[in-house]
């Protein structure tokens, strides 16, 4: 064991990426005379942007609108270089956030918790870190992130592998891709947004020998189109920031782009095309969320808009095998979170660059020397990149051992006598607004699950005022027990899954439904992010507020009595 004195906050925050950094600025301002730590797994801040240091990382939102309100200062002073900025520079700027407001001497690095347990006689969250020291707070909120938790192929072999061998979000440190990747034969597994970015930027490096993509499922995947912003653009768009956030307050993800209201059967042929080719030519998410509104409800007009997408692919790569092999043929175009690509189809006229699409040739075993497939095929490699996602949305919550009010583990599954008790069984979270569990009093989360997942600082700013709201009210009446009542998290529940009808999006595997078939207990679909929009999401909160935070119990101090 480490320390045996226990270490004792108001707030602890665990996690110091976005959410965290922004929970502890806004906490910290409001409460100065409270006790607020974050601790952080990682050695700085970041989060995601720390972690995920892979070659062509960057932001699929505009690098505008990615950025804290609460320091119009810095908004008004910083130059993003390009429209949609790499993770170098997103991390630098999270970096001067921290630098800035002096956060970093409230953030207690490399540390990782283990286990939470809620002890009720004196009402707090006792926690153990890795190393075995105690901290105790009254209130935790949760900034783990929903894709902070990264997934190994469940592929057997995959300790033989005698080359380097790494995940994405654990890249090498110190790493040169010119110089680490020279004259080597490099695997990818797993084409997701992630995946798309690693093999277009480490197919442009020269000096790479070979590239060798192993794709389960194709993604749809459209042109990013990041540009360079100079300085005298920069000072332009300084001048609209009030617009462009408020674009973002109104807009379903809080990024910078609208449904075009009309439905897709509704027009002419030339006016489909005509706005499919628009947003086609448009940066960003346009091509994603700046189409028909019927596109990701209506099967038909779901079919027109993928057949315009499959076309665009299809004239970009050389080897019509190729292009129909990275065609997505199970699920329709934007269904599952579109990557937005700078020359990833082009990547596939290389002569060294190879798909391997194991929908025809499945894996056997990774190997000593590489990847064979069913068909006998050995590929022969020096280093395997495995873009193979995350543990989303609950993943985070399973690296720590939870002790909930009752004894209760936070997760386990339906097929172990004890994970049978879990309040989130098979990974089917029940949340109140998103924020609260019950059972788990006092803990709050920042991007949990039942939270609408968009453009990240935006949505991160509103729950993070929530938060804050609440545990103002907490301060201000002397409750230092809050907790949701059932019938509050089973309406919100059910309004979470009523809300998923009809969004083509949730008949299709990928993690914003949960599945992650690398991960037992994870293979069924669950609803475990709101798809309603992030506007009637902000509006539910602020009705819950205004009746007096209508759903949850408070405890006084000193008093066991609820009020
Ligand atoms: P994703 O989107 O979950 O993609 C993971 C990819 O890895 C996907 O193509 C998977 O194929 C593939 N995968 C996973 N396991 C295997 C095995 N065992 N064999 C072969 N291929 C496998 O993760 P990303 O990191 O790309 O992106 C996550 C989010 O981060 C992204 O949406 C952005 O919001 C940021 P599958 O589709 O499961 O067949």
Not at 64 to 84: C, I, P, R, T, V
Not at 536 to 550: D, F, I, T
């Amino acid at each position: 064991m480490g320390s045996t004195q226990i270490e004792k906050y108001d707030v602890l925050i665990i996690g110091a990426g976005l959410s965290g950094v922004c929970s502890l600025y806004h906490m910290r301002k409001r409460f100065p005379s409270w006790r607020i730590r974050v601790l952080e797994a990682a050695e700085s801040v970041g989060g995601t942007w720390n972690w995920n240091r892979y070659p062509g990382a960057r932001v699929d939102s505009e690098s505008l609108s990615y950025a804290f309100s609460f320091d119009k200062d810095l908004m008004n002073e910083w130059h993003w270089k390009e429209s949609f900025a790499p993770q170098s520079e997103i991390l630098r700027y999270i970096e001067r956030i921290a630098d800035k407001h002096d956060l970093n001497k409230d953030i207690q690095f490399k540390t990782k918790i283990q286990s939470a347990r809620w002890q009720d006689h004196n009402r707090t969250w006792l926690f153990t870190d890795e190393a075995g020291t105690q901290y105790q707070s009254t209130f935790l909120v949760s900034c783990m992130g929903f894709l902070s938790t990264p997934t190994l192929p469940a592929i057997p072999g995959i300790d033989s592998f005698k080359g380097e061998a790494f995940h994405t979000s654990r890249w090498p440190k110190n790493f040169d891709l010119s110089r680490d990747f020279a004259n080597k034969r490099i695997g990818v597994v797993g084409t997701g947004a992630t995946g798309i970015q690693t093999v277009t930027a480490v197919s442009k490096e020269p000096s790479v020998k070979s590239v060798t993509v192993f794709q389960r499922t194709p993604n749809w995947s459209a042109p990013l189109r990041n540009e360079d912003i100079t300085l005298e653009q920069m000072a332009e768009h300084q001048k609209n920031y009030d617009d462009i956030f408020q674009l973002c307050h109104e807009t379903p993800g809080c990024f910078m782009h609208q449904a075009d209201p009309r439905k897709s059967l509704e027009v002419s042929e030339e006016e489909r095309l005509a706005l499919w080719e628009e947003v086609y030519a448009k940066p960003g998410f346009a091509k994603w969320l700046g189409v028909f509104s019927d596109t990701y409800t209506n099967r038909e007009a779901n079919k027109l808009y993928s057949d315009f997408m499959a076309d665009k692919i299809r004239a970009r790569i050389n080897d019509p095998e190729v292009a129909d092999s990275l065609i997505p043929k199970t699920h329709g175009f934007g269904t599952r979170r579109v990557p937005l690509e700078s020359g990833y189809f082009e990547s596939y006229n290389r002569p060294n660059v190879h798909l391997v699409d194991l929908q025809k040739t499945p894996v056997e075993k990774i190997t000593e020397t590489g990847i064979t497939t069913t068909n006998g095929t050995h590929h022969e490699l020096d280093i395997l990149i495995y873009a193979t996602g995350f543990n989303a949305i609950t993943g985070a919550f399973s690296s720590i051992e939870w002790h909930a009010k009752d004894g209760r583990p936070l997760l386990g599954s339906s097929d172990s006598p004890q994970g049978k008790q879990a309040i989130w069984l098979d990974h089917r979270p029940e949340t109140y607004l998103g924020l609260t569990v019950c059972s788990m009093p006092n803990m709050f989360m920042v991007l949990g699950p039942h939270q609408p997942f968009g453009n990240a600082p935006r949505t991160i700013e509103h729950a993070v005022a929530v938060v804050t709201d609440l545990l103002q009210y907490c301060k201000d009446k002397g409750y230092e027990y809050v907790e949701p009542t059932p019938e509050a998290v089973d309406k919100w529940t059910e309004h979470v899954v009523e809300c998923s009808k009809g969004h083509l999006s949730n008949e299709v595997d990928s993690w914003m439904t949960g599945v992650n078939k690398n991960i037992k207990g994870k293979t069924v679909r669950s609803v475990a992010r709101y798809s309603g929009s992030a506007v009637e999401y902000r509006r539910k909160c602020a009705e819950c507020k205004a009746a007096g935070w209508e759903g949850l119990e408070f405890l006084s101090s000193h008093s066991g009595s609820e009020e």
